[in-house]
């Protein structure tokens, strides 16, 4: 155990200069501060340190082979960790930077190994939360940076969510309240000529094709055949699985209040989670708002799937959503965490 210091940085709403000055410190120094981006939490270390990120890995319990996304407060800084970048790119950059998406591109060799996990490509990103730059500027170095939470739960988008998992395990927490976003950055693979979507996010597919024209998405996220391996090697792994088993339920609330009757029944205390109209209609002793729009869905998300513990219900519900826009990473995020899908 070492001990978790936390900050709050923006008590009175302007960023505490001589805390962001510790924690940044504590970053150059080779240790691990988890601060909010607009995404989700992420858990910080020097992206140029070996034994720094080691420790990212161990405090999450991270698989090895899962390389890691380094951080940046400027384009500038990104091009510094990269080669052989295609136009397009500059054209991403210039719209979606800073904001939540992650270019992976070649990486020149400026970064750990085990950032890259041994690949030789690298993932960046320029995160647009204002203490994310502000930390960033502070200590001027690459911060590599993956979700603040252990390895296979729901990423955290609250500070309280990074203390349930990791107080103990990391030298600091910047407190910024609730992130925006709720799901993590797209991550595209920016090594082709075509951009290739590996990872559904924060930038939708219809966004990007409005700015570069075809933007293709990674077979292995599409088919739920096994021999494809998805090219994110994150995506593999299972992850954003609740305490209790989750069931993704297509078809409507008829369909699901038959199911709630069915579990009732059965004597299993149920939980749902779902868009406010639905839980309107639904009868059933345990509800989780996630909102109205897809946008809400999307910040409401990882707080829904944390909220239910063991110890509350035998299961939990929740519907399905359009993959539209925003409600292609939601949809992505809910097949990985549900054990069952019940499809229409
Ligand atoms: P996290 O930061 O925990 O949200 O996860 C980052 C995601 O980006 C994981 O799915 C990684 O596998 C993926 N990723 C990071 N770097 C690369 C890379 N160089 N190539 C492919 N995928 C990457
Ligand atoms: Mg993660």
């Not at 302007?14 to 909010?36: C, H, K, Q, W, Y």
């Not at 085990?114 to 690298?122: D, F, I, K, P, R």
């Not at 000529?193 to 930038?203: E, S, Y």
Request: aromatic share 4%; with cysteine.
């Amino acid at each position: 155990m070492i001990e978790t210091k936390r900050w709050n940085l923006t008590e009175n709403g302007s960023i505490n200069l001589s805390m962001l000055r510790e924690a940044a410190d504590a970053l150059v120094a080779g240790e691990t501060i988890a601060f909010p981006t607009e995404t989700v939490y992420g858990l910080g270390a020097d992206a140029t340190n070996e034994a720094a990120v080691s420790k990212i890995f161990q405090a999450k319990g991270r698989p090895q082979d899962n390389p890691l996304i380094a951080h940046v407060a400027t384009k500038e800084q990104l091009l510094r960790l990269v080669e052989n970048v295609p136009a397009y790119v500059d054209k991403l950059i210039d719209t979606f930077s800073p904001g939540p998406i992650t270019y992976v591109l070649k990486s020149n060799g400026s970064c750990a190994p085990n950032v890259t996990a041994g690949q030789s490509t690298v993932g960046v990103r320029i995160p647009s939360h204002p203490i994310a730059i502000a930390l960033l500027k502070a200590c001027n170095i690459p911060i590599a940076a993956p979700s603040a939470n252990l390895s296979g739960k729901p990423s955290p988008t609250t500070a309280d969510h990074v203390w349930e998992d990791l107080h103990g395990k990391i030298a600091g927490l910047i407190d910024g309240g609730a992130t925006g976003v709720g799901v993590e950055s797209t991550v595209i693979d920016c090594t082709q000529a075509t951009p290739v979507i590996l990872r559904p996010g924060g930038i939708t597919r219809e966004e990007l094709e409005d700015v570069v024209g075809n933007v293709t998405v990674d077979p292995a996220l599409e088919h739920a055949d096994p021999a494809l391996k998805p090219k994110a090697p994150g995506m593999k792994y299972t992850h954003y699985a609740p305490e209790a088993p989750m069931w993704l339920v297509a078809g409507g609330n008829e369909k699901l209040q038959a199911l709630i009757d069915e579990l009732v029944d059965n004597g299993k205390s149920v939980a749902v989670l779902a868009n406010r109209d639905s839980l309107e209609k639904l009868t059933v002793d345990h509800k989780f708002s996630l909102g109205e729009t897809l946008e809400d869905t999307a910040a409401n998300l990882y707080d829904g799937l944390r909220y239910y513990k063991k110890a509350d219900v035998d299961i939990i519900l929740c519907e399905t959503y359009p993959e539209i826009g925003i409600g292609q990473a939601i949809m992505n995020r809910l097949r990985k965490a549900a054990s069952k899908y019940i499809e229409e």
